[in-house]
T-cell receptor, first 114, second 116 residues
Framework: KNQVEQSPQSLIILEGKNCTLQ??????????LRWYKQDTGRGPVSLTI?????NTKSNGRYTATLDADTKQSSLHITASQLSDSASYIC?????????????FGRGTQLTVWP | EADIYQTPRYLVIGTGKKITLECSQT?????MYWYQQDPGMELHLIHY???????EKGDLSSESTVSRIRTEHFPLTLESARPSHTSQYLC???????????????FGPGTRLTVL
């Protein structure tokens, strides 16, 4: 069964600290993995997207890694800011169909305290 | 900034009312989607479309219906709203170019629906 599991479910850190969010998936055949940031009451916004051949991608203070062999990804946030408080969603796409179906994790709720 | 719009952003209505949630995008994307999301939960696909006159049901059974008469417009309709329909509804469009690295999905801001 194709699944995407994220951990931790929630995380609280102090402003300025770093953190790492985890994503494990069983989606096959794999096409790409993306990380989204979703502010409360808003639609998700794409942070990074990685294909099978990419093992790291950065977007400002966000750095995503991908290990396609172990089917794991992480999102590292450096020098956190209050505005980083949001849900971070891992999404994996398969390539078993024309649509390229997306599988969503439940997200990690990050709270940054001053 | 994604050019995908949803209206209304918030809607509170009584049971039995007919409602239409609007979604439009100006990026010319063929593929469009509707997701339902409850607080703290993952997104569930309820409808999708490959293009004009193409609509399919998603993974989560939904009493809503959709139409795709124009590329840029993908409205969702509930004929008779019930409290169980209370949720957030997110519309998205997607562009897939040659090479998976240019597979980009854009989400609208969502409609928060409350049925009393």
């Amino acid at each position: 069964k194709n699944q995407v599991e994220q951990s931790p479910q929630s995380l609280i850190i102090l402003e300025g600290k770093n953190c790492t969010l985890q994503c494990n998936y069983t989606v096959s055949p794999f096409s790409n993995l993306r990380w989204y940031k979703q502010d409360t009451g808003r639609g998700p916004v794409s942070l990074t997207i990685m294909t099978f051949s990419e093992n790291t991608k950065s977007n400002g203070r966000y750095t995503a890694t991908l290990d396609a062999d172990t089917k794991q990804s992480s999102l590292h946030i450096t020098a956190s800011q209050l505005s980083d408080s949001a849900s971070y969603i891992c999404v994996v796409s398969d390539r078993g169909s024309t649509l390229g179906r997306l599988y969503f994790g439940r997200g990690t709720q990050l709270t940054v305290w001053p | 900034e994604a050019d995908i719009y949803q209206t209304p952003r918030y809607l509170v209505i009584g049971t039995g009312k007919k409602i239409t949630l609007e979604c439009s995008q100006t990026m010319g994307h063929d593929k469009m989607y509707w997701y339902q999301q409850d607080p703290g939960m993952e997104l569930h696909l309820i409808h999708y479309s490959y293009g004009v006159n193409s609509t399919e049901k998603g993974d989560l059974s939904s009493e809503s219906t959709v139409s795709r008469i124009r590329t840029e417009h993908f409205p969702l309709t509930l004929e008779s709203a019930r409290p169980s329909h209370t949720s957030q509804y997110l519309c998205a469009s997607r562009k897939i170019s040659s090479g998976s690295s240019t597979d980009t999905q854009y989400f609208g801001p969502g409609t928060r629906l409350t049925v009393l």
